[in-house]
């Protein structure tokens, strides 16, 4: 369960994507002790403990820049009065992308995903991210012009020019999109297998068949687009939206951003809406769509709309960190793209366990033991990884638990309860050292060596 902090809304944490770093919260005190920049807004309490003001921008932009620094190594600059991304949800957003893209035919690990980042922002977050963390290379479109420099600029600062395009306008934009045809074409060709002297294996020459196969039927130009759409639909809304709701206390943080990075005629329903209508015009280049939505109630809303377009598939998802929720909408018109298989962390922790019963007669030994062992030994047979968790004993896949029935269970404690007596009464009959098995006979023994040691012969 989600954990109550004081007088806010529960954390959770502990749902965010299992690969996001900050599942662990970041250190402030060693934060605070390699950058300046962040020490100047934090304060320390009775115990020493760093306390950062979440209400101030400053301090907002200062955590987020420092992380990126520290984290990824990623320079960035965010100017006054723009939006301070918040990393663990651009992560938890990322993740799930990647989790998708493994879906996708396209699974050789060679080829460079090239993604689009709708209003990148004037951090150019995702997008140095998705560089740098995951090897992906985006175009980006920004429509405010002060947003745009700033994110041309820290892509400079990163040296990433090679890997991340800006653009004010993307998919219409005869040139971005030769320029990305381009890359794609160089990739390509650096992913042709080189002459080797070792002959590539039979699983090698049958993978890069597949992709040879898929990439002759494929005229994707981008694996996916991926968009933090503006959320609010008037200046009033975001004051309405951000007072504090019955039974959540006070936000933790302020909103952060210029109104026209976060107001958008309409709402974010408008906003994807367009998206949604526009997606179907460009599924011939684009694999997979995604975007953020900031509001439950508009899911509803959004995932009417999108059965307007008919996609082959698509999924919702949540992103939980600290104390917001986000959701995740992706769809695509490719039929083999079954995005519905990746499962959030809450849908994870909903599924039933797998409950497989192992007959009899499989076994030579009817134990928990010897059933897994036998599992484990066709899994490792069929090259399936096997995880075990913490809290379960048998893992594969999904909870894999052994099934006893109960009338066999009672019937073997009957037959060693049994076998213990009549141990017991032939040992004693024997001799005064009495097995040990059970609370009962411990303290029968010890009685016995008690005597032995006052009565010594
Ligand atoms: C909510 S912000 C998200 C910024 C960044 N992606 C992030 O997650 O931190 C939305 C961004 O979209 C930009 N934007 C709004 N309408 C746009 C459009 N039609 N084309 C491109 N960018 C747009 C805004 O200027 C703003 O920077």
New binding site residues.
């Given amino acids: 369960m989600a954990t109550k902090g004081k007088g806010g809304p529960p954390k959770l944490n502990q749902f965010m994507h299992p690969r996001n770093p900050y599942r662990t919260p970041p250190s402030f005190k060693k934060l605070a002790m390699q950058y300046p920049e962040f020490r100047a807004h934090c304060t320390y309490d009775l115990s020493g403990k760093v306390r950062l003001d979440f209400k101030n921008c400053d301090a907002l932009r200062a955590l987020t820049t420092c992380l990126l620094d520290q984290d990824f190594g990623l320079k960035v600059d965010i100017p006054d009065g723009r ?1 301070v ?1 918040t990393l663990p949800l ?1 992560l938890n957003y990322l993740l799930w992308i990647e989790d998708l893209m493994t879906l996708s035919a396209r699974t050789d690990q060679k080829c460079t995903r090239i993604g689009v ?5 004037s ?1 150019c ?2 997008p140095l991210l998705a560089a740098k963390q995951f090897g992906w290379s985006m175009l980006c ?4 012009e002060i ?1 745009y420099e700033s994110a041309v600029n820290n892509v400079k600062k990163n040296s990433m020019q090679d890997e991340i395009f800006i653009k004010k306008n993307v998919l219409d934009d005869e040139t971005s999109l030769a320029e990305i045809t381009a890359l794609r074409a160089k990739e390509e060709s650096m992913d042709k297998p080189q002459d080797s002297q070792d002959p590539p294996g039979k699983a090698e020459v049958e993978l890069e068949t597949n992709d040879k196969k898929d990439l002759e039927s494929s005229n994707y130009i981008f694996d996916f687009t991926m968009c ?4 609010f639909g008037s200046e009033e809304e975001i004051h309405t939206m951000n007072k504090s709701k019955k039974g959540r206390g006070e936000p933790v943080s302020v909103p952060t ?1 210029a109104v ?3 107001v ?1 005629s309409g709402g974010e329903i408008s906003f994807i809406t367009q998206m949604i209508e526009e997606s179907s015009q460009l599924k011939d280049k684009v694999r997979m769509f995604t975007t953020l939505i900031g509001t439950k109630a508009d899911i509803k809303k959004i995932k009417q709309v999108l059965a307007t377009v008919s996609p082959a598939h698509s999924s919702v998802t949540e992103f939980c960190q600290g104390r917001t929720m986000r959701w995740g909408l992706a769809w695509t018109f490719d039929p083999k793209l079954q995005l519905n298989q990746v499962m959030s962390k809450k849908q994870m922790a909903n599924t039933k366990p797998m409950v497989m019963i192992m007959p009899r007669s499989l076994l030579t030994a009817y134990s928990v033991p010897a059933a897994w062992r036998m599992v484990a030994k066709w899994l490792h047979y069929l090259k399936v990884k096997v995880r075990v968790f913490k809290n379960t004993k048998y893992f594969v896949g999904a909870h894999v638990k052994a099934y006893k029935p109960t009338w066999l269970h009672q019937r073997r404690k009957k037959r060693e309860l049994d076998r213990r007596n009549k141990e017991k009464t032939h040992k004693t009959e024997e001799s005064d050292d009495v097995e040990i098995s059970g609370l009962k006979q411990c303290r029968q023994r010890v009685k016995i060596k008690d005597e032995v040691i006052k009565n010594p012969l």
């Fill in positions: 939006l991304p651009r980042d709708i209003g990148t922002g951090a977050v995702y479109t920004e429509a405010d947003s933090n759409p503006p959320f951003g026209q990075e976060i958008t």
